[in-house]
């Protein structure tokens, strides 16, 4: 077996051929159309952490907004204890300057009662005195 240049020759140069058309036909568009489909997916991925991102800060906003809604409730309810409070205390104190009211008179009647009843039995007392020393000295 003879090596002959021509055909080593007319191969490489087939090679050298082949390898131009795939590379300028083939492979440089496939690589153009995987680099533009890496960039999508890159961009993708970035809108999808800008996305993420901005979720979180809506989120920790509601969370804000709920914690500084719950507080102006708690207050609102607060104030609104305090003035039950206040109501409460303001009737319990009518109640009781009623209450008290009410003993004095009837601790008035109780001495004007008690006076009258005292005068009425010495009344009763003397007069019985009386009449109990007649019928002993008469």
Do not use: C
């Not at 490489?12 to 300028?24: A, C, D, H, K």
């Not at 609102?76 to 009211?101: G, S, V």
Request: net charge positive; aromatic share 6%; glycine share 2%.
């Amino acid at each position: 077996m003879t090596i002959q240049i021509s055909l080593v020759i007319w191969t490489i140069i087939g090679f050298v051929t082949l390898s131009f058309i795939l590379n300028r036909f083939l492979f440089k568009p496939i690589l153009k159309v995987m680099d533009e489909r890496n960039e999508k997916i890159e961009a993708a991925a970035a809108n999808r952490q800008i996305e993420l991102a901005r979720r979180e800060k809506t989120i920790k906003a509601l969370e804000i907004a709920k914690a500084a809604h719950e507080q102006e409730l708690l207050k609102a309810r607060q104030a609104e204890l305090e003035n039950e409070r206040k109501k409460t205390e303001t009737i319990l104190a009518d109640k009781k300057a009623e209450y008290e009211a009410e003993l004095e008179k009837i601790r008035q009647k109780y001495s004007t009662d008690t006076k009258a009843a005292e005068e009425n039995l010495s009344g009763s007392i003397d007069k019985l005195a009386q009449k109990y020393v007649k019928t002993q000295i008469l």
